[in-house]
């Protein structure tokens, strides 16, 4: 046991180090971040849309929702916008495209809430989080930069936090074995 933990507190110190690095670079160069999360999120919008359109095809009829639809056909086509595009695609209209998107899922879902017929919809946790997505939506879309600022030091004091955090657990480690 005590074997194994030399090992691992050497791989904490290792990845720590690396998380650091990479937190580093990021900090550094925030385009390339951004156009990797803008490649990686419309390959997930493109898997999503896909997924949404087959569960519209097998959930039973009632239960169907044309918004459902749309918001899946919607989520298709933005993620072949950005797959389209290129690097700079991603770094220039994801945060628009990220707004858009927000935008009209939280009408969909404002929608939805008031056509469920949801007893006293005001009440419903489903109206006030389709709101809330709607004013950050709007928010985000006068301020496309600010946005692409945020998610982009968002994820880099993610690294550099978990290198820390790394650092440390093999630091404590040290000391017991």
């Known amino acids: 046991m005590i074997t194994n933990l030399k090992y691992f507190k050497w791989f904490l110190l290792i ?3 690396l998380f650091i690095l990479v937190g580093c670079i990021t900090l550094f160069n925030p385009i390339s971040q951004l156009a990797t999360l803008g490649f990686s999120l ?3 919008w493109l898997i999503g ?3 949404d359109v087959i569960e519209f095809f097998t959930i039973d009829n009632p239960f169907r929702s044309k918004l459902y639809l749309i918001n899946a056909i919607l989520n298709i086509i933005f ?3 950005l797959l389209s595009g290129g690097y700079t695609t991603f770094t220039l209209l994801l945060p628009t495209l990220v707004a858009y ?12 809430s008031i056509l469920l017929n949801i007893e006293n919809f005001l009440k419903s946790s489903f109206f006030w989080y389709a709101l809330i997505g709607l004013i950050v939506g709007v928010f ?3 301020h496309p930069l600010f946005t692409g600022l945020i998610v982009s030091l968002t994820i880099t004091f993610s690294f550099i936090q978990q290198g820390i955090h790394a650092i440390t657990r093999f630091l404590s480690l040290s000391k017991i074995v």
């Open 140 to 142: 985000l879309l006068y």
């Open 15 to 17: 990845s720590g180090i």
């Open 42 to 44: 419309a390959i997930a």
């Open 49 to 51: 849309g896909i997924v």
């Open 101 to 112: 998107w927000l935008i009209l899922i939280s009408i969909f879902q404002l929608v939805s």
């Open 79 to 81: 993620s072949l916008l």
